[in-house]
């Protein structure tokens, strides 16, 4: 089965990081207000970044490594720019 780490920008600019297995049904119950208490006080969401894992256990690190970078960080990361990822 394929698991996803994903980011989202909410409305309020906020990062928002989750795990799932269905990543274009779990983006819609985002954006809709069901995909959980955060981003439903926190509309819109925009789905930013995402990787591919084989196994749940692997994209559950992941999201816990993700969750504890800092902001700057993670906008390197959406952004791509592997310099700034270094520094920050």
């Not at 196994?55 to 969750?67: G, I």
Request: charged share 25%; proline share 1%; hydrophobic share 30%.
């Amino acid at each position: 089965m394929t698991w996803y780490v994903y980011l989202l920008r909410c409305g309020n600019g906020d990062l928002y990081i989750g795990v799932t297995n269905d990543l274009e049904r779990r983006l819609q119950q985002h954006q809709s207000g069901r995909g959980g208490w955060f981003t439903k006080i926190t509309q819109p969401v925009e789905l930013m970044y995402h990787e591919v894992y084989n196994s749940e256990d692997q994209a559950q690190r992941r999201e816990t490594q993700l969750k504890g970078w800092s902001r700057r960080k993670k906008l390197a990361l959406i952004n791509g720019d592997r310099l700034a990822l270094k520094r920050a």
